[in-house]
């Protein structure tokens, strides 16, 4: 069982849709993160939430618009994707991104596969 | 920023033989190294970590060792399983700097056990 919820499991979308991936986690953790992964490729950063306040922007294109409603939601809104943005896109969340318990562990959730038609 | 290598990119073993991967990172200060385990169209998946205060970690058939002058570290895997397939992430966490707390991933491993 996963402890970090993502919803859709898998989305199809047409490259003027706007549509948005949703991500919660219960287990109090102040850090979540997005990551784009690619087939047979590591996870890459896209963003990270500290305390519900944007910490890390990885340069990521502004047709991702992430967003922190509180410390156990996190949303990733899109709008005109293009072909390449294609891939499985996770979320995880940390015990905290500072301080003594930061050192903690990343727990991912199963993610969304994403397909741009 | 940090680098993370992770060699060899595929490894295959015989069922009950040892596995080991290894990554190198170029940043000092980072001082958190996970490894994840992801299976086909499946989560990440962390089967063990080592901070930086530490040489070396256990459990069960799994172990991770580290050496920080070398910014190296290893997993090392005993009495491999069918089920052990799977692609093998290491990672390194960035501890200064505007990507405070960022993962750098190696680029993995796919490691294949027959019967």
């Known amino acids: 069982d996963t402890e970090v919820t993502q919803t859709p499991k898998h989305l199809v979308m047409g490259m003027t849709n706007k549509k948005s991936l949703k991500c919660e986690q219960h287990m109090g953790h102040r850090a979540m993160y997005w990551y784009k992964q690619k087939a047979k490729k590591p996870p890459e950063l896209m963003f990270v939430y500290s305390y519900e306040k944007l910490s890390i922007n990885e340069s990521v294109p502004s047709r991702f618009s992430p967003e922190c409603p509180n410390s156990s939601l996190l949303n990733l809104h899109l709008h005109a994707l293009q072909p390449e943005d294609s891939a499985l896109y996770l979320c995880?969340?940390?015990?905290?991104?500072?301080?003594?318990?930061?050192?903690?562990?990343?727990?991912f959730g199963d993610g969304t596969r994403l397909s741009i038609l | 920023g940090e680098n993370v290598e992770q060699h060899p990119s595929t490894l295959s073993v015989q069922e009950g033989d040892s596995a080991v991967i290894k990554c190198t990172y170029s940043?000092?200060?980072?001082?958190?190294f996970p490894w994840y385990k992801q299976e086909l169209g499946k989560r990440p998946q962390l089967i063990i970590d080592?901070?930086?205060?530490?040489g070396e970690k256990k459990d069960q058939r799994i172990a991770v060792t580290l050496n920080k002058t070398a910014k190296h570290f290893s997993l090392h895997i005993t009495e491999t399983q069918p089920e052990d397939s799977a692609v093998y992430f290491c990672?390194?966490?960035?501890?200064?700097?505007?990507?405070?707390?960022?993962?750098?991933f190696g680029q993995g491993t796919i490691l294949t056990v027959h019967p």
């Open positions: 990672a390194a966490r960035h501890a200064g700097g505007t990507s405070y707390g960022k993962l750098t």
């Open positions: 995880a969340s940390s015990q905290d991104v500072r301080g003594p318990t930061s050192n903690q562990p990343q727990h």
């Open positions: 080592i901070r930086s205060n530490v």
């Open positions: 940043d000092s200060a980072s001082n958190y």
